[in-house]
């Protein structure tokens, strides 16, 4: 059964930092690129990072860039989101998806490429 689960989310202060992980079962992650989405309460899934299969290309939404770093380490077949100088606005449920293309498509249209989702994992970020 090919799955995605996500891990690390939890609860920080504003400033803090968390490292989400993003870890497959049943298929091998080196051949797709990852996107990171988020959904907020009441508010719609966004995109907020992706990489590619080669980790050759790199996007990230504009209000994370500089604080959230997305990394991968294929032999591991985990995908990470290191997440610095969170704020309250971060607050989300975070997913990991896969896109068996290997490559990044515009944030825009990221959602609409993935193949496979996770479950999700909670970052709350509030003092």
């Known amino acids: 059964q090919l799955q995605l689960v996500e891990s690390g989310g939890g609860l920080v202060q504003p400033g803090g930092s968390l490292r989400l992980s993003c870890t497959a079962s049943?298929?091998?992650?080196?051949?797709?690129?990852i996107g990171w989405f988020r959904q907020a309460p009441g508010k719609e899934r966004e995109a907020v990072s992706c990489?590619?299969?080669?980790?050759?290309?790199?996007y990230y939404k504009d209000s994370v860039k500089g604080r959230f770093t997305i990394s991968r380490d294929n032999a591991d077949n985990t995908v990470y989101l290191q997440m610095n100088s969170l704020k309250p606005e971060d607050t989300a449920v975070y997913y990991c998806?896969?896109?068996?293309?290997?490559?990044?498509?515009?944030?825009?249209?990221?959602?609409?490429?993935?193949?496979?989702w996770g479950k999700g994992t909670l970052v709350s970020v509030s003092s």
């Open positions: 049943g298929f091998t992650l080196g051949y797709y690129a």
């Open positions: 990489i590619s299969n080669d980790a050759g290309t790199t």
């Open positions: 998806a896969a896109d068996d293309k290997g490559r990044c498509s515009s944030l825009a249209i990221l959602a609409f490429e993935m193949d496979y």
